[in-house]
């Protein structure tokens, strides 16, 4: 599997933007950027993902370097709500393979 | 639209006793399946995956068995559990062809006492 290397902890203040850097030096052309988030005491929610070009979506936008080698998560202005542990990982274009998570970025947002 | 239930949401059992953790999914067909385990501030393990009914795959040696009875449902099972077994089981799908999200159910926390 193609690793993932996120930082395992980040603070940030609320109503703030937040930058979640991840790096993904092996990653191969058919290679999908996957971020999912965990709450407190749940399973993981997915937030975006992207190939090549920038996302965007009504959680979060996804900028991905243009040799793919590393993307950033971004939150546009953090909430408490958006405490959580975010996960990077990747996942091959046709889906079906296993699902390995790394150790996430555990953010803590001030109040 | 797709759903997945898990249960029981929480579950205390004593060492050496046997465990059946179910897993469903409605709405989908051929999805993967996956059992993973997190233990207390630690992260995801991935225990195991399934791409197909009687297509298994462990990922961690351990004394914990998958099967796959029926192409939706997805069943964790021990036959003597052991204290390192606690933990948060999360069971998980994922669509079989195509790139999307994965989606996971509410988790079993689990207590080996």
């Known amino acids: 599997d193609a690793k993932t290397t996120q930082p395992n902890s980040m603070e940030s203040n609320e109503e703030e933007p937040v930058h979640l850097p991840c790096n993904h030096s092996t990653i191969s052309g058919t290679d999908y950027i996957h971020w999912y988030r965990q709450l407190p005491s749940q399973g993981p929610e997915y937030v975006i993902h992207?190939?090549?070009s920038n996302v965007n979506n009504r959680m979060a936008s996804l900028a991905i370097a243009e040799d793919r080698k590393s993307s950033t998560l971004i939150l546009h202005r953090a909430t408490l709500r958006d405490a959580a542990v975010y996960y990077c990982i990747l996942r091959d274009n046709f889906g079906n393979e296993k699902l390995t998570f790394g150790t996430g970025t555990r953010l803590t947002i001030i109040p | 639209s797709q759903t997945i239930h898990q249960w029981p949401a929480t579950l205390v059992q004593p060492v050496g006793s046997p465990l059946s953790l179910e897993c469903t999914v409605e709405g989908t067909s051929n999805p993967n399946l996956y059992w993973y385990r997190q233990a207390a501030g630690r992260g995801l393990q991935l225990l195991f995956y399934s791409i197909g009914i009687d297509q298994i795959s462990s990922e961690v040696p351990q004394n914990l068995s998958a099967s796959r009875p029926q192409d939706r449902q997805f069943i964790l099972s021990s036959k003597k559990l052991l204290l390192s077994d606690s933990g948060f089981y999360l069971c998980?799908?994922?669509?079989?062809?195509?790139?999307?999200?994965?989606?996971f159910g509410q988790g079993t926390r689990l207590t080996v006492v």
């Open positions: 992207g190939l090549t």
């Open positions: 998980a799908w994922s669509d079989t062809f195509r790139n999307t999200e994965a989606f």
